[in-house]
């Protein structure tokens, strides 16, 4: 079965501080994806980046950063110097046959 | 190039009534996609449409349906709305599909429907 588990549910940070939204994830396939979204007030979910299951290189683009391990399983997401505008709902998820979300980790930046 | 379109974006029914809910994938896009999002189970995966072929399908009652068209354009229809069906409809589409070797693929979703029911 497959399964991710978000465990913080919401996360309050000052701008400008680091925070990290962790993400564990379970299967029993081989090959699969893993992805990470962000869901503003609007609604729309937007894309951040997708991994496959044989490429643990981290990874960062601009602010963020991505550390994938296999060996525990987990797909952590680091905002660094965060911002206002990073407030928003933030879903680890993961892709076979078809995409289960986790719970999602409410993440709200103060001025 | 335009997004996801969902229509309608907000609507009102009472139980026991039907809804029908439209999604306009990106163009190109032959996969289209439906979850619902609710504040207590999350984001839940409904079913999977490909070329016009319902592909995949989640956890869900015979209530809920869909169909694509040919154009890709897809339609979700649930049954006998319950109070327990009030969500967000999310539709996402993307090139290919899900799934095995396409799961690859990444999901560009639409602002979705938000359904009330009375």
């Known amino acids: 079965a497959q399964k991710v588990t978000q465990a913080q549910t919401e996360i309050s940070v000052v701008e400008k501080e680091d925070v990290t939204l962790d993400c564990v994830y379970e299967?029993?396939?081989?090959?699969?994806?893993l992805f990470w979204y962000k869901q503003p007030p609007s609604g729309e979910l937007v894309f951040l980046i997708r991994?496959?299951?044989?490429?643990?290189q981290n990874e960062i683009s601009g602010r963020y950063s991505w550390n994938f391990q296999k060996s525990t399983s987990s797909f952590n997401f680091t905002i660094t110097a965060s911002q206002v505008v990073d407030s928003a709902v933030y879903f680890c998820?993961?892709?076979?046959?078809?995409?289960?979300f986790g719970a999602g980790t409410r993440l709200t930046v103060k001025p | 190039k335009a997004g996801v379109t969902q229509t309608p974006r907000y609507l009102i029914k009472t139980r026991g009534q039907q809804v029908t809910l439209s999604c306009s994938p990106i163009?190109?896009?032959?996969?289209v996609s439906w979850y619902q999002q609710t504040p207590g189970q999350g984001l839940q995966f409904l079913f999977e449409?490909?070329?016009?072929?319902?592909?995949n399908k989640g956890n869900f009652p015979g209530r809920f349906s869909g169909r694509q068209f040919s154009n890709s354009r897809s339609e979700m229809n649930v049954s006998t709305l319950e109070l327990g069906d009030s969500a967000l409809y999310l539709c996402?589409?993307?090139?290919?599909?899900?799934?095995?070797?396409?799961?690859?693929?990444?999901?560009?979703f639409g602002a979705g429907s938000r359904l009330t029911v009375l």
């Open positions: 163009s190109g896009h032959r996969s």
């Open positions: 998820a993961l892709s076979r046959n078809d995409m289960r």
């Open positions: 299967t029993r396939d081989t090959t699969y994806y």
């Open positions: 449409y490909f070329s016009e072929t319902q592909r």
């Open positions: 991994r496959n299951s044989f490429d643990e």
């Open positions: 996402a589409s993307s090139p290919t599909g899900q799934g095995g070797s396409l799961g690859a693929n990444v999901l560009t």
